[in-house]
Each structure stands twice: as structure tokens, then as C-alpha cells.
């Protein structure tokens, strides 16, 4: 069906510069989304963005708008636009915000498939010196600018990817019967060592911003069976590594009546169900951010799983100056997942270096019936979990062992007093995730506003 174009008497009247909030981008021509312009195949839509990009050769400019959902390339002549609305076409500025109305068409030269050719331009808001330009800037600037860096193709493709995750996160617990169950921001112990902790006043007292929800979903998992929770946490990280952030969120399953291997199981499963899932889901996001779908594609499981002293050998083989009771940084598990395409799961670590609460293996007493799990390509360790220690007594005894105060966790102990039950979890580290799915290495491009032990900016 050929539209009638409106004569350009017609289109004197003003844009409406407002969307109604309720559509959902995709019915209705007067609150079209980029995202969605499939579904306006030969049809006047009303957009309304920023300009990404211009660039105009005599009679024909070329205006690339962005709308945060998109990239779309717009046609503008003077006989579409008339001469006044075309000069001002070319004189607009990067990051001029404008309201526009144009002809979709399909165009097998575009990566969406679609132009526009545009009939109609309104600026919102001229942009002057916008400082983030086409020439490439050095990190610490973009950071400086973290606000305005945000638009760039690569930024929004990756917290447009970041939702998708939450999104696959949430579906895969819900779809399995876990339930939701929030652990507090505020707390008055610390749950992974004393090193980390953020204190703020609390009223006469003070508290510690939450490093882990884990101790208050082991409450949860003996309320409600098969819980998660899944927010930001907190560690005071003194180290400035591309893997570290003070801020960061965790999802943590935790289930009662589950053993360690269950625990692997679940890992495995919920790693596989998350990456296929984007891939699924966010392929124009992977391909702006280059990410070479392959590698994702063979995360499936089983994945490999080696004991701690496995791990060791590997990296004896690889001349490591390791031996047991040592813990393992970034580059020991680079060296140990160069070994495998897909995550490993290392598991039962010497207790030494693990938290208080994980249980002590039974056939072995030097070491903790936990798991690490390790992402492929450099990426590290994504996920800490454990079976947790039931029993009262010998959990007292390693509360002082850790030199830990056994009032703070008087609560904790009454899960081991009343109706104890084996249980396991593990928690997940979101930005470290998506860093691996997107290939981006470091962690500060993985969250919107990165908090790292030098920024707190903007
Ligand atoms: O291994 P961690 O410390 O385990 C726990 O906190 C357990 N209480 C979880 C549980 O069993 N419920 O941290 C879990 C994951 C790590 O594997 C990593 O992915 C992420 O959290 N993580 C960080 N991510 C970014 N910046 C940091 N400073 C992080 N510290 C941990
Ligand atoms: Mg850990």
C-alpha cells in the first residue's frame, strides 16, 4: 500500500514532542520505536531522539538518529523538508534532541533494514560542544564522564544486555519454583570477613552495607524452601583490579535440602539457561558490541569439574609457584580456564581460605564442601557457593574461629537451633557476567554508575 505524503503546507503543524507512555512501540505510528520500525514497513512514523550523527552532501543529508531503543538512518532533501527546515537539518549539532516525522523504507544496506526518509523536523534542544566527540578518548575521561558516555552505541548495547540478564536471571528462579525473597541492605554482621565492610552510622549504633544477602536467604530458604535474592552489594575492595567493584550486584539462590552436588547442578543448569538466553534474545546488541557469538553458543553443560587440588596440579604443570592452602587470583584462574571452552567448577578448597560458614567436607577435614565456578577467556571466578555448615556446635566454634562476634549472629545460630536442614547455595556476580557474555573486560563498563575505591563520580 503506497502512503499519501502529506503536502508541506500540511506539515506546519508542530510535532508533539510527548510519547504516550502506554504504547508499546510497536501499534502505533505516533510512538514508534526505533526497535520496532519492522512493524512500520512503508508508513509515516513520529520519532523522537538525538542526533548520533550527520553528514550532508549538497541536496541529500543524512541524519542518524538515536532513540535509546535503536539507531536509524534519516533522508532529509529539500523538496521533502522545504529549504528552510533542510539547511537547519545541516547545521544540526551532535546530541540535538529533536522531534521528527518520516516515510519508514525498507533498505538492504542498513543494519536494521529500514531508513527513513524525513518529511518533518523539530529541535527540542540544540546541543553546543558536546564534549564526548568521534576521536577517541582515553578511559579516565569517558569515566569523568560516565553520564553523557552512557548514549554511545556500545554503552547502551551493553545496559540494554544487562536487562536482558536480570531478565533471563529472574525468569530462570521463578520458572523452577524458587521464590523471591529480598535480604536487607543493612546489616549488623559481616558476612564475607571483616576486611571489606562499608560502616554508616545507624541511628546511636552503626551498621554495614551488605556484602552478601546469603546469611539472610539461608533464613529465607528455612521459611519459603527454594528462595533467591538479587540486589546490590558491598565491599570496601582496596584493590583497583577489572574485576572488582565496591558496588556490585549478586544474585544469590539458596535451598534447602540441598547438597553441594545439587549446587553444581543448579550452577550449571542456570549458567547454560542465562547465556542462551541472550544469545537468543540480544543479538543486534552482541553484534554492536563485536562479541563473537560462537564462544557463547558452547556453553552448554556439563561443564568440567576438578577438585582444588586438581587445579593445583595444572597449575604446577604450568609453573605456578602454588602449593595447597594457597588461594587463587585472576591470573591463576586465567591460567586453569585456558584449559576448558566452557566455565570449570572448582570445588572443595582448603576451609583455611573460605568463609566461616561453609561446612567442613566429612571425608576430608582440611577442606570445605564449596565451589568456585570460572569463566572461559581470562574472565575468572563468577560464582562462590557452598553447602552451609548446620550443625550448632561446630558452627559456634568457627564463628570464633574467625574471630567473629557471636552476638551478631545469634539470629543466624537460631536457624541451626530450630528445624535445621542441610542446605546449599551460591551467589553470582551480575557486572562479572555480563563483562563475560558482552567481552568486555572490565567491570566498570558493566554496571551504569561504577563505584570503585578512587570514584564516586558521577
Ligand atoms: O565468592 P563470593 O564472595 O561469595 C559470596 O558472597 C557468597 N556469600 C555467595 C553465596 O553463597 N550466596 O561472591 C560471589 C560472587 C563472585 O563469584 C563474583 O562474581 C562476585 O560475587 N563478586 C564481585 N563482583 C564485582 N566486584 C566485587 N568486588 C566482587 N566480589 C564478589
Ligand atoms: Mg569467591
Not at 595444572?314 to 591470573?331: H, T, W
Not at 536442614?421 to 563483562?435: A, I, K, M, N, Q
Given at each position: 500500500m503506497k502512503l499519501k505524503r502529506e503536502a508541506?503546507?500540511?506539515?506546519?503543524?508542530?510535532?508533539?514532542?510527548?510519547?504516550?507512555?502506554?504504547?508499546?512501540?510497536?501499534?502505533?505510528?505516533?510512538?514508534?520505536?526505533?526497535e520496532?520500525?519492522?512493524?512500520?514497513?512503508?508508513?509515516?512514523?513520529?520519532?523522537?531522539?538525538?542526533?548520533?550523527?550527520?553528514?550532508?552532501?549538497?541536496?541529500?543529508?543524512?541524519?542518524?538518529?538515536?532513540?535509546g531503543t535503536g539507531v536509524i538512518q534519516c533522508v532529509a532533501s529539500p523538496?521533502?523538508?522545504?529549504?528552510?527546515?533542510?539547511?537547519?537539518?545541516?547545521?544540526?549539532?551532535?546530541?540535538?534532541?529533536?522531534?521528527?516525522r518520516g516515510l519508514v523504507k525498507k533498505d538492504d544496506r542498513s543494519k536494521i533494514g529500514f531508513e527513513l526518509v524525513l518529511s518533518q523536523l523539530e529541535v527540542l534542544h540544540s546541543t553546543v560542544d558536546y564534549p564526548i566527540g568521534k576521536k577517541e578518548h582515553g578511559v579516565a575521561?569517558?569515566?569523568?564522564?560516565?553520564?553523557?558516555?552512557?548514549?554511545?552505541?556500545?554503552?547502551?548495547?551493553?545496559?540494554?544486555?544487562?536487562?536482558?540478564?536480570?531478565?533471563?536471571?529472574?525468569?530462570?528462579?521463578?520458572?523452577?519454583?524458587?521464590?523471591?525473597?529480598?535480604?536487607?541492605?543493612?546489616?549488623?554482621?559481616?558476612?564475607?570477613?571483616?576486611?571489606?565492610?562499608?560502616?554508616?552510622p545507624y541511628f546511636d549504633s552503626v551498621a554495614y552495607l551488605t556484602q552478601s544477602g546469603q546469611l539472610y536467604a539461608e533464613a529465607s530458604a528455612l521459611a519459603c524452601g527454594k528462595?533467591?535474592?538479587?540486589?546490590?552489594?558491598?565491599r570496601a575492595e582496596k584493590s583497583k583490579t577489572r574485576r572488582h567493584l565496591a558496588e556490585f550486584w549478586m544474585v544469590e539462590p539458596e535451598v534447602a535440602f540441598m547438597d553441594l552436588q545439587g549446587d553444581m547442578d543448579l550452577a550449571e543448569d542456570f549458567i547454560e539457561s542465562i547465556v542462551q538466553r541472550c544469545v537468543q534474545n540480544c543479538p543486534h546488541e552482541l553484534a554492536t558490541l563485536e562479541r563473537s557469538v560462537s564462544a557463547l553458543e558452547k556453553i552448554k553443560k556439563p561443564f568440567p569439574r576438578i577438585r582444588y587440588e586438581e587445579a593445583i596440579?595444572?597449575?604446577?604443570?604450568?609453573?605456578?609457584?602454588?602449593?595447597?592452602?594457597?588461594?587463587?587470583?585472576?591470573?591463576?584462574e586465567t591460567a586453569i580456564s585456558e584449559e576448558f571452552d566452557r566455565p570449570v567448577i572448582i570445588h572443595r578448597y582448603p576451609k583455611s581460605i573460605k568463609a566461616f560458614y561453609m561446612r567442613e567436607d566429612p571425608e576430608d577435614d582440611r577442606l570445605a564442601l564449596c565451589m568456585d565456578v570460572i569463566a572461559p577467556e581470562g574472565v575468572g571466578e563468577i560464582i562462590g557457593g557452598s553447602e552451609r555448615e548446620?550443625?550448632?556446635?561446630?558452627l559456634e566454634k568457627k564463628i570464633q574461629e574467625h574471630n567473629l562476634s557471636k552476638d551478631a549472629f545469634e539470629w543466624y545460630l537460631d536457624l541451626r537451633r530450630f528445624g535445621s536442614?542441610?542446605?546449599?547455595?551460591?551467589?553470582?556476580?551480575?557486572?562479572?557476567?555480563?563483562?563475560w557474555i558482552a567481552g568486555v573486560p572490565h567491570v566498570r563498563e558493566c554496571v551504569p554508575f561504577p563505584r570503585m575505591m578512587d570514584k564516586i563520580w558521577p
Open positions: 508541506p503546507e500540511m506539515t506546519e503543524r508542530k510535532l508533539n514532542p510527548f510519547r504516550d507512555p502506554l504504547s508499546n512501540g510497536r501499534d502505533d505510528p505516533e510512538n514508534a520505536l526505533i520496532s520500525i519492522v512493524h512500520f514497513d512503508n508508513q509515516e512514523v513520529c520519532l523522537r531522539g538525538w542526533v548520533q550523527n550527520l553528514r550532508s552532501s549538497g541536496k541529500v543529508a543524512f541524519l542518524q538518529l538515536r532513540d523538496k521533502d523538508v522545504g529549504e528552510e527546515v533542510f539547511s537547519k537539518i545541516r547545521g544540526l549539532s551532535l546530541e540535538t534532541s529533536v522531534v521528527l575521561f569517558l569515566m569523568q564522564h560516565r553520564h553523557l558516555w552512557l548514549r554511545s552505541s556500545k554503552q547502551v548495547a551493553l545496559m540494554r544486555l544487562r536487562a536482558e540478564l536480570i531478565k533471563a536471571i529472574r525468569d530462570y528462579f521463578d520458572s523452577k519454583a524458587f521464590r523471591l525473597v529480598d535480604s536487607p541492605i543493612l546489616t549488623p554482621n559481616a558476612c564475607e570477613g571483616t576486611s571489606t565492610l562499608f560502616e554508616t528462595v533467591y535474592c538479587f540486589g546490590p552489594t558491598f596440579e595444572i597449575l604446577i604443570k604450568k609453573k605456578f609457584p602454588v602449593k595447597f592452602g594457597d588461594d587463587f587470583g585472576g591470573d591463576e548446620s550443625d550448632l556446635s561446630v536442614v542441610p542446605h546449599s547455595g551460591f551467589g553470582l556476580g551480575l557486572e562479572r557476567t555480563l563483562g
